[in-house]
């Protein structure tokens, strides 16, 4: 029965991280649209429109198994972060309908929509940094259900997370149009990803260098016991992801950028995992705490089990219709 | 009216699912819509029912969008809002959703883009699945989400334990009393609103004399469609009030104004009910009429509101006229059906001055309709945020209204620029521009060619 919750997290962990993979890459081009030229933000956006619903989705799926999975933790961390959330959401909000606007648009029109869509796409990036940040820092509890913050909403440690979290979007947005254009446009994204990489570097040295003496917890899990050995791979990997990077960069190779990119999220996430695990509260409730019961995870579990893996394929394939580069803007709609 | 957290957050709520309602519920009709013209075009090869999915698809798109992101705002309200709520309700409701998620958006987010982007992408059989698929993802999403309100209204198979609702049966909590003819009850509210949207904009191009074989394809097609799912729907809703008089006789009792129990009690034409002195002022009235509607029986027997306490009670003038403006609202439609109906006989439908006039003025009474239903039953469902079982009161997050206050003017100002001026603006402008020409429209498909030549051996 214990280890319905560990599956929850699970599932949980990797709705996250789809989102942040497949919506990271349009946060990145949205926040690089102003260095572009009008037919190269109408070629990027095009680039972005056909799997745009199904990449959000992924953020809802996020939002509803918390929910269910761990209403305890659900109600209690979303209230504490009340208006950071209505500020994600009214700016994930205008990105959403801009994308449509902009269709509709006459020339002048498109360009005023597409400041408003850079500068909402920095300020989700930057909220979910701040999120972020806060939720390694942890929380204090006074009962149950009442958690609180032990500090600020920004503090040093999570506006370095948050600034993080905008370049390394930027650099999966960069790798992205390399992946999916040509000419200019490529050569423009070679640029902007060479410099990406380096601050996406600096970024998650200063971050994993800072979160262990954050909390005693996270000391602990990276450097004592026998384990630290094993954990000292992640650190590896992400050099090796790093190298494959720029190396790919160097060579001005289409799809392998992309990937490394991909990568280098994965291995900083997995080292969040490692960080903050079992706790969905840090450092105070742990997942089997907060869990709903167990009926309801087993319920829960059939869906997700038939469904997620069908779900998995037809977004590869959705993705795989739309493989391809892109050469001019859509004339659909 | 106090205006602490509880009541801000009740009117954030209501203001971010009342915006919210429409996109999904013009959704649910305009893919609906969208798989029958896109099946007539497969089946008989002719290009105006193409013309005719082009046109509508790029409305389809950009209502389907805004559904999404203010969905995602609803998604987020539970938490934020209301705490106490997800916290004890999370076992059950939180389920639902995930299974909506799971099983309806990723279908409807998932294949949108192939429905809309991928005309030359794929060929015309997976195009049309993927347009199908997207018409099983609404319909599923509407599913799930009745069945999630439902059982606010009317909770089965869950006992609340340490404060916590736990699960004795799952199909009690899905197929809970009300759940039946409640969905039926929205789903054909969407695709009435969104015929009565296609009749309008049809009627605005027959009365400028523009795009006529494409206004008169849709326009009959929908009038005929309201005149066929208007009276189901009046024997539906009438369903549903039965079942409310059944589990929820105080809301009825609000609908019909009903402050003393009594046995053939009065259909109230109108009022203004008085909730402090419990009386109804104004009061005009058909004998025998609300419990001949309410319990289909001359002398039936309604609850009144004074049978509870106040605190009981719901706003009840909210409820009563938005009651009456839903009931007046499907009237217009039926009259408007009886109307077609007429001047289809006497073949003067698409050329009677008046009748397009009215269909234009016509155009959002389906939503008002939905949206006055919604007000009825979400308002009538008060001081009870799960029915006789958690208080509103008690569901409210512990927060400062200084920041409801704030995420409340942050919302009101996002959602009035972005869906009350830029929406209907580029709605507008679709409309405007309207359809293509006939024989400007490229064929779509990438190996269209041979299908069409396929076809054409055929018939020799």
Redesign the interface.
Known sequence: MALLPIIWAMIIAFAIVMYVILDGYTLGVGMLLPLLSHDQRSIATTVL??????N??W???G???????F??A??????I???P???L??A??????I???RL?SEKRGQRNWDIIFAIASLVVALCQGLVLGDFIQGFQQTNV??ISFGHFFITPFSLTCAIGLVVGYTLLGSTRLILKTTGELQNIMYRYARTAIILVMVGMAAVSIWTPFIDPHVFHRWFTGHHWMYLMSLPLLTAVAVCVLLYSLWKRFDATPYWASIGVFLCGYIGFIISIFPFIIPYKVTIWQAA??A??LS??LV??AI??PI?LV??GY?YH??KGKVTSA?E?? | MVFNTEMLSRIQFAFTISFHIIFPSFSIGLATFLAIMEGAWLKTNKPIYYNICKFWMKVFAFTFGMGVVSGLVMAFQFGTNWAGFAHEAGPVLGALFTYEVLTAFFIEAGFLGVMIFGWKKVGPKLHYLATLLVVVGVTLSAFWILAANSWMQTPGGAVLEHGVFHVTSWFHVIFNRSLIPRYFHMLIAAYLASAVVIAGVSAFYLLKKKHLAFAKKCFSFALLTITILMPLQLFIGDQVGLEVHNNQPIKTAAMEGIWKTQSGAPFILFAIPDQQQEKNFWQISIPHGASLINTHQWNGKLTGLDSVPRSDQPMVAVVFYSFRIMVLMGLLMLATAMASLWLRRRAQLYDTQWFLKSCIWLTPVGFIAILTGWFTAEVGRQPWVVYHLMRTVHAVSNISVDRVWISLAMIILVYGIIFGVFYFRYIFKIIRIGPAKLDDEKPPFAYMSQFIQAKKEDNI
């Open positions: 429109l056909p799997t745009w619903d199904g959000q989705t953020l809802v799926l939002t509803a198994s918390l929910y269910g999975a209403p305890l659900f109600s209690s961390i979303l209230p972060f009340y208006l959330i209505f500020v959401l009214m994930l909000l205008l990105r959403g309908v994308f449509e606007f509709k259900t009442q709903a019961p009926n309801t319920f829960l869906g997700a469904m997620l779900l037809y977004t959705s219709i739309f859509t659909d709609y």
